[in-house]
Every structure is written in structure tokens, then in C-alpha cells.
């Protein structure tokens, strides 16, 4: 069930959200299958966690990997990926269904890569949800910043 929080910015911003069938897409490659769509337009969000400048989610397309070197470039010092307690606490999203859209206290960083795409797919914040909305606006309604994070996943 999508929260009331990440409703309340989705209708503010006129974007839909589908919820599948299944209840859980715990891939990108499934996710992508269950829309129809190309596994890169699938937006990843997963978080970091540094011991200085705190806490970075990092969003990004379902075919490709975070580049520890390109993270540590943009925040500033080595992160680390975050537990699922600490994933859950500092987003209120379990890992697998973390939404960028309305978090506090978390830095948004988007991949560069995702703009490929005319239309991406971020979670609503459940492992089996998805929200149609474009590069630019992930952007702007997160608040977060573009730069290139990743690598394809046959690189590190």
C-alpha cells in the first residue's frame, strides 16, 4: 500500500502510480518485464551512507551499477551501502520499494545515465509499485542532483 505521504506529492505533481499484481518486483529485470518497458528505465534507489556528509540515495537505471569511485568523487569521502534498518529509518521505506520522492534529511543523486530514457520508473515506496515520470521531473520533484554514478553492470 502506497503511503499517504508519497501520495500527497505524486497528486501534487500529477504523476500516476501502478501497483502489480504480484505485489513485489524484486528485480529490475522483473519490474521491467511487468511494464513492458526497457530494464534501464527501472530507476533504482538505493542508499548510502557516509560517516562525514551523512545520508546519499542514489538513483539510477535498473541495468547498471554504482561506481564506489564516482559515489566517493560527489560526496566527498568512501560511502558505504546502508543496512536495511538504517534504509527503512532514514527513508521509511523498506530496501527494494525506497521512493525519492518527499524524503527529509537525505540527499537525492541522480545518474546522469537515466536521462536516456523518455520515461523512468522510480518506486511508490513498495517493492511492487512504480511511478511513470521522466528525467527531468525525478529531478526536480526530488530536489536531487544529476552526475554520473555508475557503471554498466559488467564493470565496477
Known sequence: MIS???????ERH????????????????TA?????????????SILFVCKKNGAFLVVCPGDRKVSSSK???VTGEKPRLASADETESLTGFLPGGVCPF????????????????DKVY???????SAVETT???????TGGEAFD??????QS
Open 149 to 154: 554514478l555508475t557503471n554498466p553492470l559488467d
Open 4 to 10: 499517504e505521504k508519497v501520495l500527497r506529492v505524486l
Open 32 to 44: 521491467a518485464g511487468m511494464l513492458g518497458v526497457a530494464v534501464g528505465q527501472i530507476a533504482k
Open 71 to 73: 559515489l566517493k568523487k
Open 135 to 141: 528525467f527531468e521531473d525525478l529531478v526536480r520533484i
Open 102 to 117: 518527499g524524503l527529509n534529511g537525505v540527499k537525492v543523486l541522480i545518474d546522469e545515465w537515466l536521462r536516456e530514457y
Open 122 to 128: 522510480p518506486s511508490a515506496g513498495t517493492s511492487g
Open 14 to 29: 500529477g504523476l500516476k502510480y501502478r501497483e502489480f499484481p504480484d505485489g513485489s518486483t524484486p528485480t529490475a529485470v
